[in-house]
């Protein structure tokens, strides 16, 4: 948990919390059509809709949620928002990740393989889970590629693996989360996620990990901010403004879009991967365009930012380029710093 990173297409994968001073994602808007406003998305939201166990009437109209960011690119390597889940409601640190959908957190049902979180593992009722025949497990295998179907017709099985080779395997639950609207209430929606009982290849230290889950904010329907679209919290829009010491803040829904020094970049999502992207792009270095276009994804969980091999050798062939020509010119500078110190000794010697 940290340095999370989804599976990608081939495609230039950039690290977007890390690169942009702001960055606003709208989901599910195609780039060729997108209308997009310093106000915000014009798109209306869809037709509201509650999954059976869901708990939560929809506000009168939809709002904003708040969360502040903690974390950094160095050296933490990976942004985290804290969220209160359950009755009575508990904090969770959850690694903030617009590369996949689900939610998960760290969950004692009972613990096959779990790292030691900064709280103490989830423990869901019974009457918690989701069941195999509920639209929504199938949307979640969906997302995530599980094969095996369900263990049990009263749970919904799940396993997601990322491309750093972590995963986390466990069932579908649902329980309340405590969101602080912009408008100053306080909203309970039942919202799923993932209860993972068995945790692999997560980046750690002696053991420990610095958050308890991942907060998928993928455009896929089994993602929290579809969720909370679907039962009219908000709209479809999620962004995260970094500041200038902290880490800033992420928000769901268009409220608390800022209406003043904003680039806007249309966003389209692959129907597919359902991956963000602003579409195709052009590396250059310099003047001098290194290759043809390649497809960029936003990844809030990866670290670093990624190139295809068609792409990352050429630049790096332009860089080694670039450091070979400044070393000549740094030598043949020093070389006629030399030569002109020699000519001043010579004109005015020690002691003339």
Request: aromatic share 10%; charged share 15%; with cysteine.
């Amino acid at each position: 948990m940290g340095r999370r990173k989804s599976r990608k297409p081939e495609s230039i994968s950039l690290a977007a919390l890390g690169l942009l001073v702001a960055a606003v994602l709208f989901a599910g808007i195609p780039s060729s059509s997108a209308d997009i406003t310093a106000g915000g998305a014009t798109s209306q939201p869809k037709k509201q809709r509650s999954w059976p166990w869901n708990e939560q009437s929809p506000p009168a109209k939809p709002s904003s949620v708040v969360f502040p960011v903690y974390g950094a690119v160095y050296p933490l390597g990976f942004y985290y928002v804290a969220i209160n889940i359950g009755d009575p409601p508990r904090p969770y640190f959850l690694d903030v990740d617009t590369g996949s959908d689900v939610t998960w957190i760290q969950c004692d049902a009972p613990c096959v393989r779990c790292y030691q979180g900064p709280h103490p593992p989830y423990r869901p009722a019974k009457n918690r889970l989701v069941p195999c025949d509920d639209p929504l497990c199938s949307l979640v295998q969906e997302s995530t590629n599980h094969k095996g179907g369900c263990e049990s017709p009263s749970q919904c099985d799940y396993e997601v693996e990322y491309a750093d080779h972590g995963s986390s395997l466990g069932v579908l639950v649902h329980d309340a989360f405590a969101l602080r609207l912009a408008n100053s209430s306080l909203a309970r929606p039942s919202l799923a996620f993932g209860c993972g009982y068995d945790q692999q290849g997560v980046p750690s230290t002696n053991g420990r990990v610095p958050t308890d889950g991942v907060l998928g904010l993928g455009s896929g329907k089994v993602s929290v901010l579809s969720q909370l679209r679907e039962i009219g919290l908000c709209r479809n829009v999620v962004g995260h403004c970094l500041g200038r010491r902290g880490a800033g803040y992420l928000f769901f829904g268009d409220e608390v879009v800022p209406t003043h020094g904003v680039t806007w970049v249309p966003m389209s999502t692959d129907p597919v991967n359902k991956y963000y992207s602003p579409g195709m792009a052009s590396i250059f270095a310099g003047k001098q365009q290194l290759s043809a276009k390649q497809l960029v994804v936003f990844d809030s969980g990866s670290s670093y930012t990624y190139f295809t091999n068609q792409l990352y050798q050429p630049l790096l062939s332009a860089v080694s380029l670039f450091l070979y020509l400044y070393l000549i010119i740094v030598l043949i500078n020093e070389i006629d710093h030399r030569s002109w110190m020699n000519r001043y000794m010579m004109m005015y010697p020690r002691g003339g």
